[in-house]
Protein backbone atom coordinates (compact mmCIF):
# COMPACT_ATOMS: atom_id res chain seq x y z
CA UNK A 1 0.00 0.00 0.00
CA UNK A 2 3.29 2.64 0.92
CA UNK A 3 4.46 2.33 -2.76
CA UNK A 4 1.41 2.84 -4.09
CA UNK A 5 0.68 6.10 -2.13
CA UNK A 6 4.29 6.64 -3.07
CA UNK A 7 3.75 6.51 -6.71
CA UNK A 8 0.81 8.62 -6.39
CA UNK A 9 2.23 11.04 -4.10
CA UNK A 10 5.24 11.20 -7.23
CA UNK A 11 2.71 11.52 -10.40
CA UNK A 12 0.79 14.46 -8.09
CA UNK A 13 4.68 15.97 -7.71
CA UNK A 14 5.72 15.78 -11.28
CA UNK A 15 2.46 16.98 -12.53
CA UNK A 16 1.96 20.11 -10.41
CA UNK A 17 6.05 20.39 -11.74
CA UNK A 18 4.95 20.11 -15.43
CA UNK A 19 1.70 22.08 -15.11
CA UNK A 20 4.10 25.39 -13.24
CA UNK A 21 6.76 24.97 -16.34
CA UNK A 22 4.11 25.30 -19.02
CA UNK A 23 2.22 27.88 -17.46
CA UNK A 24 5.28 29.92 -16.46
CA UNK A 25 7.99 29.13 -18.25
CA UNK A 26 8.38 29.19 -22.39
CA UNK A 27 8.47 24.92 -21.91
CA UNK A 28 6.56 22.93 -24.54
CA UNK A 29 5.28 19.56 -23.80
CA UNK A 30 4.81 17.45 -26.99
CA UNK A 31 1.71 15.68 -28.32
CA UNK A 32 3.41 12.72 -29.31
CA UNK A 33 1.91 9.84 -27.94
CA UNK A 34 4.96 6.65 -27.21
CA UNK A 35 3.07 3.79 -28.13
CA UNK A 36 3.56 5.56 -32.01
CA UNK A 37 6.81 5.46 -31.79
CA UNK A 38 8.46 2.66 -29.85
CA UNK A 39 7.34 -0.59 -28.29
CA UNK A 40 7.74 -2.77 -25.41
CA UNK A 41 11.13 -3.81 -26.10
CA UNK A 42 12.70 -0.29 -26.77
CA UNK A 43 11.09 0.51 -22.96
CA UNK A 44 12.63 -2.33 -21.54
CA UNK A 45 16.03 -1.28 -23.22
CA UNK A 46 15.85 2.26 -22.18
CA UNK A 47 15.29 1.28 -18.41
CA UNK A 48 18.29 -1.30 -17.85
CA UNK A 49 21.05 0.20 -20.69
CA UNK A 50 19.78 3.61 -20.82
CA UNK A 51 23.33 4.67 -22.58
CA UNK A 52 23.65 2.04 -25.23
CA UNK A 53 19.90 2.99 -26.14
CA UNK A 54 20.66 6.55 -25.89
CA UNK A 55 23.62 6.11 -28.41
CA UNK A 56 22.41 3.36 -30.57
CA UNK A 57 18.17 4.16 -31.03
CA UNK A 58 16.45 7.15 -32.89
CA UNK A 59 16.49 9.49 -29.69
CA UNK A 60 16.90 13.26 -30.42
CA UNK A 61 21.24 13.77 -29.20
CA UNK A 62 23.14 16.38 -29.25
CA UNK A 63 24.36 20.01 -27.03
CA UNK A 64 27.07 19.87 -24.52
CA UNK A 65 23.68 19.81 -21.79
CA UNK A 66 22.36 16.06 -23.35
CA UNK A 67 26.09 14.75 -23.66
CA UNK A 68 27.03 15.84 -20.08
CA UNK A 69 23.40 13.72 -19.24
CA UNK A 70 24.42 10.74 -21.01
CA UNK A 71 27.68 10.42 -19.22
CA UNK A 72 26.72 11.10 -15.57
CA UNK A 73 22.89 10.56 -15.21
CA UNK A 74 21.29 8.60 -18.32
CA UNK A 75 17.78 7.42 -16.41
CA UNK A 76 17.63 11.61 -15.17
CA UNK A 77 17.85 12.12 -19.38
CA UNK A 78 15.96 9.88 -20.60
CA UNK A 79 12.99 11.07 -17.57
CA UNK A 80 13.72 14.67 -19.01
CA UNK A 81 13.24 13.23 -22.72
CA UNK A 82 9.71 11.73 -22.05
CA UNK A 83 8.53 14.42 -20.18
CA UNK A 84 9.34 17.36 -22.84
CA UNK A 85 7.69 14.60 -25.48
CA UNK A 86 5.25 12.42 -23.96
CA UNK A 87 3.86 14.21 -20.96
CA UNK A 88 0.39 14.80 -22.51
CA UNK A 89 -0.65 11.58 -24.08
CA UNK A 90 1.09 9.35 -21.12
CA UNK A 91 1.76 10.97 -17.69
CA UNK A 92 1.69 7.30 -16.23
CA UNK A 93 4.78 6.15 -18.58
CA UNK A 94 6.55 10.14 -17.86
CA UNK A 95 6.11 9.10 -14.10
CA UNK A 96 7.34 5.73 -14.45
CA UNK A 97 10.10 6.85 -16.19
CA UNK A 98 10.83 9.66 -13.18
CA UNK A 99 10.80 6.72 -10.61
CA UNK A 100 13.00 4.71 -12.54
CA UNK A 101 15.02 7.35 -12.81
CA UNK A 102 15.64 8.13 -9.34
CA UNK A 103 15.44 4.70 -8.34
CA UNK A 104 17.89 3.72 -10.58
CA UNK A 105 20.58 6.51 -9.70
CA UNK A 106 20.66 6.06 -6.09
CA UNK A 107 20.67 2.17 -6.25
CA UNK A 108 23.24 2.48 -8.40
CA UNK A 109 25.43 4.26 -7.17
CA UNK A 110 24.97 2.33 -3.55
CA UNK A 111 26.18 -0.54 -4.93
CA UNK A 112 29.29 1.23 -6.08
CA UNK A 113 29.95 2.91 -3.07
CA UNK A 114 29.57 -0.67 -1.46
CA UNK A 115 31.72 -2.25 -4.01
CA UNK A 116 34.32 0.29 -3.56
CA UNK A 117 33.87 -0.53 0.23
CA UNK A 118 34.39 -4.14 -0.03
CA UNK A 119 37.63 -4.23 -2.31
CA UNK A 120 39.08 -1.50 0.02
CA UNK A 121 38.79 -3.72 3.03
CA UNK A 122 39.77 -6.75 1.00
CA UNK A 123 43.08 -4.77 0.12
CA UNK A 124 43.87 -3.74 3.63
CA UNK A 125 42.70 -7.07 4.76
CA UNK A 126 45.59 -8.12 1.99
CA UNK A 127 48.12 -5.77 3.29
CA UNK A 128 47.91 -6.73 7.15
CA UNK A 129 48.86 -10.16 5.78
CA UNK A 130 51.64 -8.99 3.55
CA UNK A 131 53.07 -6.39 6.44
CA UNK A 132 53.31 -9.60 9.52
CA UNK A 133 56.68 -10.37 9.50
CA UNK A 134 57.96 -14.58 10.81
CA UNK A 135 59.63 -14.31 14.44
Known amino acids: MKRILDFILAFLLIGAVVALLSHYSVVEFGQENYWDHHGLFF ?4 SFFP ?10 SGGLIWWLGWIFAPRVLVAILATLSYWNKNPILVV ?8 GESTEKVIVIRHRRRNSQALQSDREIIDVTPR
Open 43 to 46: LIFI
Open 51 to 60: RLTLLFSSVP
Open 96 to 103: VAWLVAIG
